[in-house]
């Protein structure tokens, strides 16, 4: 995962955004993550927490708007988005 911070300091803060979750739903975006990770191994992993939504995308670049597929989660459930606002 590249990062601004270091790479312990970013596996804290998005570990910290994860929690935030119901317990399912915590699993949920790990599984996913971790599939996505083996699926494209060498993609940045950019990740975001706004009021709405907490997004982790996968981008051959470091723009979010290059990201090719996105996990996206909200109190009320998760998503993975294909780049082209396909949900999947």
Do not use: C
Request: glycine letters at 6%; hydrophobic letters at 40%.
């Amino acid at each position: 995962m590249k990062a601004s911070t270091s790479g312990g300091d970013a596996d804290r803060q998005l570990a910290a955004f994860i929690r935030k979750f119901s317990p399912i739903d915590q699993r949920l975006i790990r599984t996913v993550r971790n599939a996505l990770r083996k699926r494209f191994p060498t993609a940045n992993e950019l990740v975001y927490d706004n009021y709405n939504f907490f997004v982790i995308g996968y981008s051959p670049t470091e723009r979010p708007s290059d990201a090719i597929v996105s996990i996206i989660v909200r109190v009320a459930g998760g998503r993975l988005r294909h780049a082209y606002g396909v949900p999947v």
